[in-house]
């Protein structure tokens, strides 16, 4: 029932194993797999973050796993939240018993049962609607029982707070996309751009600060354009390539002893 397939190298294929396995055209046909005995990848902070936010999607966007990216030293900075609003948001996402998934289509999407419960839009509805009637926050309104923790006073944090999450489910939906190299690089420049530098810092800026790690990540998505021009690809591929390449362009190596041992 089970079929082992090893390699010396297997870090070498993971991208092509993960785009066919990862992607059947018929979804019938899908064959769960994994992959062992993979290298253990270190990350400077800066690049660990950036592939934390690459990596929500993958962990259905659990309210734990939202909150350590906004948690994160440089993405809190950039996006000029204080740790006084970090820790409103956690009362937010707590009040409101978020746990994970973006609204009903996303749960429909994974063949779940469609059900916006205690997901994020669940969440941001029951805070609006606390706002909207905070004189009368006992009052159920189709359905959703508003929150009694947002008021005019917070407004200015729930607007970055909204706007960090819409840029988040954006991410969702152009990672399930097929892109071109080229494209790839230029979508992953609009999200270091909007977590990393902010409307108000260059990448120059930054790069000031913290030089070998930004520069590494830019490289690497510079690279991506090169790599089109000069093997003349400008085929569309899946994000699951594009991470793994990352994954091997941003780490530094401390690969697993023995084969086989994952």
């Known amino acids: 029932q089970e079929i082992a397939v090893m390699t010396p190298d297997i870090e070498k294929y993971t991208p092509y194993i993960r785009t066919v396995f990862d992607h059947p055209s018929d979804k019938s046909h899908h064959i769960p797999f994994t992959i062992a005995d993979m290298s253990h990848p270190k990350y400077n902070q800066i690049i660990s973050d950036f592939l934390l936010v690459l990596d929500l999607p993958q962990k259905r966007f659990s309210a734990s796993s939202v909150l350590s990216v906004l ?32 609204d009903n289509e996303y749960r429909k999407s994974l063949s779940l049962p469609p059900t916006n419960e205690n997901t994020w839009k669940s969440g941001l509805d029951k805070l609006l609607l606390g706002y909207a009637i905070s004189e009368d926050c006992d009052t159920v309104f189709n359905g959703i029982s508003p929150s009694s923790s947002f008021n005019e006073s917070l407004l200015e944090t729930f607007e970055k707070f909204y ?26 420049s609009e999200i270091i751009n909007y ?30 354009r090169e790599y089109e021009t000069t093997a003349h690809f400008t085929e569309k591929v899946p994000f699951p ?12 190596k401390d690969y697993g002893k023995g084969f086989l041992c994952g």
């Open 195 to 224: 977590f990393f530098t902010g409307s108000d810092s260059s990448i120059y800026e930054i790069s000031v600060s913290i030089p070998v790690d930004f520069d590494k990540i830019m490289k690497a998505v510079s690279n991506l």
């Open 71 to 102: 948690e994160s030293e440089n993405i809190r900075k950039t996006l000029k939240l204080t740790e006084e609003d970090i820790s409103v948001i956690h009362l937010w996402v707590n009040e409101t018993n978020i746990k994970w998934g973006i």
């Open 163 to 188: 706007l960090f999450l819409k840029h988040l489910f954006e991410i969702y939906k152009n990672l399930r996309e097929e892109k071109t190299l080229s494209q790839w690089a230029d979508y992953l």
């Open 241 to 252: 390539v594009v991470r793994s390449y990352l994954d091997s362009s941003l780490k530094t």
